[in-house]
Structure formats: C-alpha cells, structure tokens
C-alpha cells in the first residue's frame, strides 16, 4: 500500500489569496494525480503526471495548476481563490495497472 | 469519454443484509478497481480485477469482471454499520494509466 500524504487536511482561506496544496509520496511511483470532489459526489481528474517534468490537464477544466520537479512531490497551486473553488481536493499515487493510492484530501473552503 | 454509470446510486439496508452493487460502461476495460470512501477520507483500494471474468474475493467482499468487459458488480455479505460508505468503481482510461471514477453507491447500513 503506497504511503501518501496531503497538507494541509483543511484550509478556509479568504477570496484572492494564493494557495498551495502539499501531496508526496514516498512509494517512488511515477504515476500521480489531483481529483477534485464535492462532498458526497464523483471523483474528477483534474491534473495528472507520468513522471518528473511532466503534467497534464485532467478531464474536469481547472484553475489550478501542477508541478512535478521531483518524483515523490506533486504540488496544486491556485494563483488567486475563490468561492468557486471549495471543494475537496484528492492527491494519489499509481506504480501502473495495480490502482492509484490515496491520500486523505485537503477540504478546501474559500470564503 | 469513457464514462462509468454505477447502480444504485443510494442503498439502505438492515445490518446482516447482502449487498449487491454494478458498475456499467458502453466502453471496454482492461481492469477494474473497486474503492470505499468514509466521510472526509480519501478512497481506499478494496478489490482490483485484471481479467474478463475474474472472481475475486476481499472477505466478505467479492467483485467479478464482465466477460464482456464492460461491467463489473460488487457484493458484500452481511453488511454491518462499518460497511457504511460510498463504493466506486474505477478503471484506466484506454490506453492510458487516467483513472476514471464511477458515480457511486451510497451505503447507508441500519443497525
């Protein structure tokens, strides 16, 4: 079982500010992903990555972006919050088809 | 897309009960992942299946993949209150290691 972890768990923070969601993986996986979920809904892709220096939009349109400097490190940033953005935010980790692994989330709330 | 439509969307059961959950998709795929989800956590892998009409068991959990590829069901025996939770399906978008979620079932167990 991959070990992931999120930071911060949750964040209200208020409108315009800068954000950072923290995700690493310490399974070496090459393979990570960022899904946005609201409570009790579907899991969305929204950012994904094959590997350092590489990183792809998701199926569901976000404002966010992603970086992937190093293997175990898949950082989400949002240049200025908004409301629209609360959410949950879910960060996973795959070495290939055995699944993707999951940390805990960070529940975003934008006020 | 490639898009997968669980049933039923919500469940209440008594605890004690069977449940019997399916996974559909008009497309083809090449695994299938069954994942649970307690509220305010991230999905956990419960079962994976690698083959069409592979039958595997998780305790009193078990999962089939549909000869045709194209579904999957999930059964729990005799649910109990920890059983609560929502239950998705999941697999690779074709050809790619995209994770795509279902739509969920919502487990709701009475004690």
């Known amino acids: 079982e991959a070990d992931i972890y999120q930071t911060p768990r949750y964040l209200v923070i208020g409108t315009g500010k800068k954000i950072t969601l923290e995700c690493s993986q310490t399974?070496?996986?090459?393979?990570m992903y960022w899904y946005q979920q609201d409570p009790g809904m579907e899991l969305h892709l929204i950012h994904y990555?094959?590997?350092?220096?590489?990183?792809e939009k998701g199926d569901l349109s976000s404002e966010s972006t992603v970086s992937r400097i190093r293997t175990e490190h898949f950082p989400l940033t949002l240049e200025s919050a908004r409301p629209s953005h609360t959410s949950q935010y879910l960060c996973?980790?795959?070495?290939?088809?055995?699944?993707?692994?999951f940390g805990q989330g960070t529940r975003l709330t934008v006020v | 897309g490639q898009q997968l439509n669980q049933s039923p969307q919500s469940m209440f059961i008594q605890e004690g009960e069977d449940v019997s959950m399916n996974c559909t998709s008009s497309?083809?795929?090449?695994?299938w992942l069954w994942y649970k989800q307690d509220p305010g956590e991230g999905p956990v892998l419960l079962i994976a299946?690698?083959?069409?009409?592979e039958l595997t068991s998780n305790g009193r959990l078990t999962a089939q993949f549909g000869i045709t590829r194209k579904d999957s069901f999930l059964n729990i025996s005799a649910s109990i209150p920890s059983d609560v939770g929502i239950y998705f399906c999941?697999?690779?978008?074709?050809?790619?290691?995209?994770?795509?979620f279902g739509t969920g079932t919502r487990l709701k167990v009475l004690a």
């Open positions: 996973a980790s795959s070495g290939g088809p055995l699944g993707a692994f």
């Open positions: 399974m070496g996986h090459d393979k």
């Open positions: 990555s094959y590997g350092v220096n590489s990183t």
């Open positions: 497309s083809i795929f090449n695994t």
């Open positions: 299946l690698y083959k069409a009409g």
């Open positions: 999941a697999g690779p978008a074709s050809g790619t290691y995209k994770y795509i």
